[in-house]
């Protein structure tokens, strides 16, 4: 069975600074998915990444894929209060007869202080 | 262009009632996916549909199950409700089930009382 580890579990940052949330899944899967969720609200897609080496930005968020190493990150950059908000990765189980299911990880809660 | 469309959003239910929440999907998309997210269990996946067809099931009880209409639309149900049912439920919609893009609905907010 697929499992998807994410940390850290949660991070407290301050305005301006870098930081990376770390996304292993344990078996191979050839999508990975970054979500965004704010409280109370439902999923937010930011990124898919298809193929390894693959390298996705938007705004202060740049998200990449290493299928070798089963290992995504999701990197802020100088961030602000904006992008508080829980962050998860799901990657694509697909069976043969392609019937799939997303497995996500635990969610990093990301809060970003003044 | 709508997106996916859940109802109800917010739900009070009582322990031993059974529930049904309707997903519908974006126009076009014909597979759906459902997942129940607790602050315990986190997000865990419920059931896929395609092509009104059952294809994936989670591991959650047989008090759990739901369907999918021709028209894409589908419904969960969940019988003799537990507390441990509540939960916000998402659906998510996809063009077929291999799309790259998986958009998800508002959710519904089960509570049990």
């Known amino acids: 069975e697929l499992k998807v580890e994410q940390n850290p579990l949660f991070l407290s940052m301050q305005e301006g600074k870098n930081y990376t949330i770390y996304c292993n899944y344990s078996?191979?899967?050839?999508?990975l998915y970054w979500y965004r969720q704010d409280p109370g609200k439902s999923l937010e897609s930011l990124f898919v990444l298809l193929s390894n080496g693959a390298v996705k930005q938007e705004g202060r968020l740049m998200a990449s894929l290493d299928t070798k190493a089963r290992l995504s990150t999701l990197h802020i950059t100088a961030a602000v209060h904006d992008l508080s908000a829980t962050y998860f990765c799901?990657?694509?189980?697909?069976?043969?007869?392609?019937?799939?299911?997303?497995?996500f990880g635990s969610g990093t809660r990301l809060l970003v202080r003044p | 262009k709508a997106g996916v469309t859940q109802t109800p959003r917010y739900l009070i239910k009582t322990r031993g009632q059974q529930v049904t929440l309707s997903c519908s999907p974006i126009?076009?998309?014909?597979?759906v996916s459902w997942y129940q997210q607790t602050p315990g269990q986190g997000l865990q996946f419920l059931f896929e549909y395609f092509s009104e067809t059952q294809r994936n099931k989670g591991n959650f009880p047989g008090r759990f199950s739901g369907r999918q209409f021709s028209n894409s639309r589908s419904e969960m149900n969940v019988s003799t409700l537990e507390l441990g049912d509540s939960a916000l439920y998402l659906c998510?919609?996809?063009?077929?089930?291999?799309?790259?893009?998986?958009?998800f609905g508002s959710g519904t907010r089960l509570t049990v009382v």
């Open positions: 078996t191979t899967s050839d999508r």
């Open positions: 998510a919609s996809s063009l077929r089930p291999r799309s790259t893009g998986y958009t």
């Open positions: 126009s076009g998309h014909r597979s």
């Open positions: 799901a990657v694509v189980q697909y069976q043969m007869d392609s019937s799939y299911k997303l497995i």
